[in-house]
């Protein structure tokens, strides 16, 4: 069974750096459009970004754009997310998900890792 593993999270203060990784056991990983999304107390799930299968082709929800940066390496099959200038509104849970379409994700999913910045 193919799982998905987050890491990296932490506690940063604003203006701060993170970055999250994303390890997939199994070997379809590479033929995989995956993506990250994240839910804050209170709110709902929302999409933060996705790449496709090569790399080449990533997209950004606007609020992250230009401060986050999404890459992947299909040899060790380990999805990143790089998060610069990090700011409170940035606190939530962090998903990794493949199978990403639409700004949504069919699975599998992993089990989420906390992102919490102070101000």
């Known amino acids: 069974q193919v799982q998905l593993v987050e890491s990296g999270g932490g506690l940063v203060q604003a203006g701060g750096s993170l970055r999250l990784s994303c390890a997939a056991s199994?070997?379809?990983?590479?033929?995989?459009?995956m993506g990250w999304f994240r839910q804050a107390p209170g709110k709902e799930r929302e999409f933060v970004a996705s790449?496709?299968?090569?790399?080449?082709?990533?997209y950004y929800e606007d609020s992250v754009k230009g401060r986050f940066t999404i890459s992947r390496d299909n040899a060790k099959s380990t999805m990143y997310l790089q998060m610069n200038n990090l700011s409170p509104e940035d606190t939530a849970v962090y998903y990794c998900?493949?199978?990403?379409?639409?700004?949504?994700?069919?699975?599998?999913w992993g089990q989420g890792t906390q992102v919490t910045v102070s101000s």
């Open positions: 199994g070997r379809t990983f590479s033929s995989w459009y």
């Open positions: 790449i496709d299968w090569s790399g080449d082709e990533t």
């Open positions: 998900a493949a199978n990403v379409q639409w700004g949504t994700a069919a699975g599998p």
